[in-house]
T-cell receptor, first 115, second 114 residues
Framework: EAGVTQFPSHSVIEKGQTVTLRCDPI?????LYWYRRVMGKEIKFLLH????????ESGMPNNRFLAERTGGTYSTLKVQPAELEDSGVYFC?????????????FGPGTRLTVL | AQSVTQLGSHVSVSEGALVLLRCNYS??????LFWYVQYPNQGLQLLLK??????LVKGINGFEAEFKKSETSFHLTKPSAHMSDAAEYFC????????????FGAGTRLAVHP
């Protein structure tokens, strides 16, 4: 069974440019999460989809970030325009069902560098 | 609000020595607690989780953790370290109420030397 995949693995962009990150969850997982780790800090929650609906977007830093999950399958996270402080590793995770302690399966992350 | 504190951003042990990684949590409601491990260039992998059943939880690769409510702790241990245990370890909490998001500690990087 394929795990959570993320694309690209690395992205280097200039300040002010746009970047789109993609996450493909494990097939059949209704829950999809985005997290971010800024260098040296803890991994922080960004948002949670249940199928195509945003269940919790309390961690989104500002309106430069836009997440979508069309059709309840893969998800994209767009940063527009990117700022220096957006640099970090963006993780996607997916899980099955509604039980809160169900394992979240993580992808390898996308390392974003904004110059 | 929940929070997690991991004492020690870097821990170094000798191969064969005891591994002890510390995690303290703060939660106003009964927590669910997790330990994840990240090997280089890989995603986070679940080691074990506490879901209010047994307070001593056994996980993969010989790791275990004990939930101590009085100390608000969930420390991770392994009796004998292997070179392959070198990785970054994350403690996380979520709760039975509210949403499913995980609240992570800052991580502890474990080095194992011969």
């Amino acid at each position: 069974e394929a795990g959570v995949t993320q694309f690209p693995s690395h992205s280097v962009i200039e300040k002010g440019q746009t970047v789109t990150l993609r996450c493909d969850p494990i097939s059949g997982h209704d829950n999809l999460y985005w997290y971010r780790r800024v260098m040296g800090k803890e991994i922080k929650f960004l948002l949670h989809f249940v199928k195509e609906s945003k269940q919790d977007e309390s961690g989104m830093p500002n309106n430069r970030f836009l997440a979508e999950r069309t059709g309840g399958t893969y998800s994209t996270l767009k940063v527009q325009p990117a700022e220096l402080e957006d640099s970090g590793v963006y993780f996607c995770a997916s899980s099955q069902g509604v039980v809160k302690y169900n394992e979240q399966f993580f992808g390898p992350g996308t390392r974003l560098t904004v110059l | 609000a929940q929070s997690v504190t991991q004492l020690g951003s870097h821990v170094s042990v000798s191969e064969g020595a005891l591994v002890l990684l510390r995690c303290n949590y703060s939660s106003s409601v009964p927590p669910y607690l997790f330990w994840y491990v990240q090997y280089p260039n890989q995603g986070l992998q679940l080691l074990l989780k506490y879901t209010s059943a047994a307070t001593l939880v056994k996980g993969i690769n010989g790791f275990e953790a004990e939930f101590k409510k009085s100390e608000t702790s969930f420390h991770l241990t392994k009796p004998s370290a292997h070179m392959s245990d070198a990785a970054e370890y994350f403690c996380a909490v979520t709760t039975s109420g509210g949403y499913n998001k995980l609240i992570f500690g800052a991580g502890t990087r474990l080095a194992v030397h011969p």
